[in-house]
């Protein structure tokens, strides 16, 4: 793990000391482990380990599921932004099963139930988590309409140099899994760490440059779109690939053409996109009843533009569903730390809105007609779509 720029303590902004993680006053920040001021390097997997029939297997999963409906959501962001959080919090407001599987290099998949006090690991560089969430149907409500879900819960360092075509094009085989995730989503959700932020608003200005959060979700979300515009023009021919076999060809066409260029051909990605600000709680502006969009037009504006300028719906949104967590200092020595617990009686705003545009637009029937982005901020175009399709 190399330190980009020397790391600063959250409670004073002081430098820290990269050894033991405490500035000059003495402040511990034992969870002080950033992708935004921290670049952290995938990890090789150990000699003798093959991720080969884990993700044959997740393979024939994301193709049934495709199959039979079941719509699947790419779940990604920068590493400890929240993202398990986030959909831990949305299976609880989506009546009906929630559980996970845990895919790793070097062991067999875990099953993990989702539910107040059960473990919620961090998903680690050589994991992947699948979220099953799949509605009661004596309980499908305003937020169950789309049906099921498969949330693949991708880790932070996968994605976190905005290398994400190169990655994919390296031939590891957790980053096919990123690359076979896409080929079937149905959504994307792009969560941002909101904490981070605040950081960087207490960061001493005398500290030296560093890539900022926008710019870091700004190359993220650039990468994306590439790859998944390239993606969909490939699926739109062929198909989504249900095997390893037609995986490889997909990855044949992109090493083809490492540029992934299509012309004029899909500007706009047409998959719906979420840009969650996670953590609101611990943003000062971010305060209950605060539009996200003017905020992230105003705190994120490189990442706000590439949204707009390149994503057919786009919503962007803030959530809290961190309040009243238990800090790991509440429970020293304890083998798992209270912040990998789920407390799911707890508090929190904006996740129930997001899940249900979320689902409103998983929805919707392929030829029906959606308001883009860019005709939502535009009051003279937000009707048109309706009144074409009354006349």
Known sequence: MNAAVPLTCRTCGEPLSPADEKCRFGHVNPDYVRTLLRRVEPEAPAAGTSFEPVLRELAVELAAAHASGCKVIVNLGQSEAGKSWLIARMGVLRPGT????????????????????????????????????????????????????????????????????NNVNSGRPLYDVVTMALAHAAAVVLVIDGEELTREDRAPATR???????EHNDGLLNELVRLMRFIGHHVARSGAPESLGELEELKAQMRANPRLDLGMQGQMLQVPVLLMISKADAVPRLVPGSDPLRFARERLPRTHARALQNIQVARWAAAAPFVGQSSVEDEPGAAVSAREKLDLRRVSYGVGQALAWLDAELARAPFERRLSTQQALEPAQRWLPWLRATR
């Open 98 to 165: 929630r559980r996970a599987t845990l895919y790793n290099e070097r062991r067999r998949p875990q099953e993990l139930l989702i539910q107040t006090g059960a473990h919620l690991p961090r998903t680690r560089p050589d994991e992947v988590h699948v979220w099953h969430l799949e509605p009661n149907e004596q309980l499908a409500g305003p937020t169950t309409q789309s049906g099921s879900w498969r949330v693949i819960d991708i880790a932070g360092e996968l994605v976190s140099d905005q290398q994400l075509v």
């Open 208 to 214: 030296p440059l560093a890539a900022s959060l926008d």
